[in-house]
Structure formats: C-alpha cells, structure tokens
Nanobody, 120 residues
Framework: QVQLVESGGGLVQAGGSLRLSCTHS????????MGWFRQLPGKDDELVASITFRSGVTYYLDSVKGRVTISRDNAKNTVYLQMNSLKPEDTAVYYCGISGVFPARIIDYRGQGTQVTVSS
C-alpha cells in the first residue's frame, strides 16, 4: 500500500522559512515525479514545485521562484520543500503527490497535507 506522509508545516511570520518533508513508502517510484501542491479555499489546487526522482529535474510555479527549493533524498524516500521569505498569501494546506508525468500535475497518489500559515 502506497503511503505519503507530510510533515513540517506550522505557523510562521512573514519573511520566515519552513521546510516541508514528504516521505513515501509502499513501492519504488524511480521513473516518476513528485509534486508539492497547495490547496487554497475557493481556488483550484496549485502545483507549487515538482521534481523527478531519477534525475532531479525541477519545476517551480512562477510566484514562488527564488523563494522555494524542492529536493529529494532517494535513499530516504523523502522529498523536501524549502520555503523562504514566506508571505501571507502562501498560507494554504500543502500536500505532496506522486505522478507518472513531469511536472507532476496529475497525481496517482497523494498525502493528507500539512497546514502552513504565514502571519503578517
């Protein structure tokens, strides 16, 4: 059974940083990609960043470029999302998902999500 578990969310002041982690288990995903998404009330989910497991090629949403870094540690089955210079508009539930395509816009598996709240 495939499982994705996120951690690292929380409350931070504007300008602060958070690092989210997503650990997956249940099967090998060497030819897949991981995506970090955010869910905002009343809006469509956004793909914030994506990375391929094999080569580490990355994709970023324009509004987070320069502030967010996605990385992976395949030995730990974990993908990270380092978020710096956070803004109140970054407040959302962030979740990870695994996809057979890159960027990971259509996902086959997803985690429950972790809340990120940025106060002004």
């Amino acid at each position: 059974q495939v499982q994705l578990v996120e951690s690292g969310g929380g409350l931070v002041q504007a300008g602060g940083s958070l690092r989210l982690s997503c650990t997956h288990s249940g099967r090998t995903f060497s030819s897949y990609a991981m995506g970090w998404f955010r869910q905002l009330p009343g809006k469509d989910d956004e793909l914030v960043a994506s990375i391929t497991f094999r080569s580490g090629v990355t994709y970023y949403l324009d509004s987070v470029k320069g502030r967010v870094t996605i990385s992976r540690d395949n030995a730990k089955n974990t993908v990270y999302l380092q978020m710096n210079s956070l803004k109140p508009e970054d407040t959302a539930v962030y979740y990870c998902g695994i996809s057979g395509v890159f960027p990971a816009r259509i996902i086959d598996y997803r985690g429950q999500g972790t809340q990120v709240t940025v106060s002004s």
